[in-house]
């Protein structure tokens, strides 16, 4: 069975600093893997989608990698604002993207 | 520019009660999932669909039910509410795979079962 982690639950840093949020997953046969930001009360939007022939993926000021082998994807945000403040969720998926198997997130906190 | 609409946003129950929750989405996915979100156990999926007239079990079925008898809509039934069915719903929906697509998601439902 796929189990996915992330740590920390948590995380707190000033505006300004470029960071990183980790996910690590157990089986290493994925179809993709994503990234979401979910807002207090809200439902997750999309950030970034690594296929699992991809190393990485770029969006403005962030970027995904993936890193199959070991079973690791990082977020980084550059530049870090008060925006970004969210809860950061992983997920891969296996074969035909039927369904993900979720981390239970990263709590972002920007400090101004 | 509507997506996925989730109805209704908030519910209190009581045990036993029964009721349904819908989702609509206006984006054509084959695609769509029901999920529950429960604090420190993150999103875990109840049921699926991977087309109209199509249902299948997720990670945490028992206690749901659900139909697609049309594209656009998905509806998750509670026959006899839990309180252990206490949670926040989402629904999420996709293209068909082929070209790998992010899932998008409604804004949930928080339901309390008393």
């Known amino acids: 069975k796929q189990e996915v982690t992330q740590i920390p639950a948590a995380l707190s840093v000033p505006e300004g600093e470029n960071l990183v949020l980790n996910c690590s997953f157990t089986d290493s046969a994925i179809y993709n893997l994503q990234w979401f930001r979910q807002d207090p009360g809200k439902g997750l939007t999309s950030l970034l989608l690594?296929?699992?022939?991809?190393r990485e993926q770029t969006s403005g000021r962030l970027n995904a990698s993936l890193d199959k082998s070991s079973g690791r994807s990082t977020l980084y945000i550059a530049a870090s604002q008060p925006g970004d403040s969210a809860t950061y969720l992983c997920a891969v998926s296996d074969f035909g993207n039927e369904k993900l198997t979720f981390g239970t997130g990263t709590r972002l906190t920007i400090i101004p | 520019n509507a997506g996925v609409t989730q109805t209704p946003k908030f519910r209190v129950l009581k045990t036993g009660q029964s009721m349904t929750l819908l989702c609509a989405q206006d984006m054509n996915h084959e695609y769509m999932y029901w999920y529950r979100q429960d604090p420190g156990m993150g999103l875990r999926l109840i049921h699926y669909?991977?087309?109209?007239?199509?249902?299948a079990k997720g990670e945490v079925p028992d206690g749901y039910n659900v139909s697609r008898l049309k594209k656009q809509n998905f509806l998750l039934g509670l026959e006899s509410a839990a309180p252990s069915q206490t949670s926040v719903y989402f629904c999420?929906?996709?293209?068909?795979?082929?070209?790998?697509?992010?899932?998008?998601f409604g804004d949930g439902t928080r339901l309390s079962i008393l």
């Open positions: 690594i296929q699992s022939s991809q």
């Open positions: 999420a929906s996709s293209l068909a795979p082929g070209a790998p697509q992010p899932q998008h």
């Open positions: 669909s991977v087309g109209e007239g199509t249902t």
